[in-house]
């Protein structure tokens, strides 16, 4: 099967989480044997307009790169550039990771009667208080209406969580399907670890909603105990210079690594004994509109790397870290709770070794992007059957 993916404005490869998801997606499904052409751009923020006339092409191992460099808020502009690519590659399915201001690759696929998938990563219809949605009423909100034609137009709706996508789609159209981790990515030899310095390990973005602060802060309750341990943070964000202003008094405790390339990711988590993400759903209005609708790479990618999770006591979290088995609960912003399951974990190693290992025969059987792949193949398998058998009707 011959396969478009349009992830307009992704950096691909890149260290950004969308980035990890449409490379390991794409990877995923050449790996089964398909032909897979991404549309992306190579980094953030870059605006080359000769790229609106022709895209730079490559390979990228199983897979062809189609670097389109505009920003991503102007990727409509692309709609010509993508109606080219769609008649030249012929694709057999067209998928379009989705984004308020995108939308060329699920046109080209109406237009050329290609069968398509819109993937839909967070909440489609912004919730009234985030000021996008209230100047979009303001306008006569034409930005809910593309947002529906999008889903409307699309064969299928891929995503993690039905509730990202307008009611009055039908739920039939809807596949509800995790995100993943590389398990053969983050196989990786754990070095010896002296018990006297432990490592605690933050991984991801810096933004308020990825709870960065009340990791600095748990760690900082731990420092002030007396225990001697570790805090390693990984990423970046808007929120890495407070992070690192309030790990300051503690500076010798606390290493603040910024991006790193995606390859260098499981050598840092290998050092760690403990992972933490917590999540603060307050700072996000559209997660507390629809319910936790990520499907947290972080936390998958903890529990392929081994590594005991300590996260927050909601779902879909609370189901996919199983409390005392793959790792630890705590309620949603006690960072005392989260410093306390933090501390049981450093002084439990075995427990916390055992539950690493049950983490990762979980998400290996459960939630790797091999398992996402595979579904995602059927899904493309039957909507591509089906429109085959209307045409021969």
Known sequence: MKILYVASGIPVPGTLGGSIHTLEVARGLARRGHGVDVIACSRSSTFEIASLARPVSSRFGDVRLHHIDIPKTLSLLTIP????????????????????FAGAGILAARRFGIPSILEVNALIIDPPVVLKRRLDDTLGAPLRRWATAQCRMADRIVTP????VPSDIPRTHIVELPWGANVEHFRVDRPV??????????????????????????????????????FLFIGDGPQRT??????????????????????????????ASVAVAPFDTAAHPALRAAGFFWSPLKVFEYMAAALPVVTINIPPLNQIVRHGIEGLLYPEGDTGALAAAIAYLLDHPDEARAMGERGRERVTTHFSWARHCEELERVMREITSAQGCEKEG
């Open 193 to 230: 670890i002296s018990p006297t310095q432990p490592i605690v390990v933050f991984l991801g973005s810096f933004r308020a909603w990825h709870g960065v602060l009340d990791a600095v802060r748990a760690g900082g309750i731990l420092v002030e105990q007396g225990r001697v341990c570790r």
């Open 161 to 164: 969580l039905h509730t990202t």
């Open 242 to 271: 407070a992070a690192e202003r309030l790990a300051s008094r503690w500076r010798e405790q606390f290493t603040f690594t910024g991006a790193v390339p995606y390859d260098n990711v499981p050598a840092l988590l290998a050092q």
């Open 81 to 100: 550039l993508i109606m080219r690519l769609a008649r030249a590659l012929r694709p057999d399915i067209i998928m379009e990771r989705y984004y308020n």
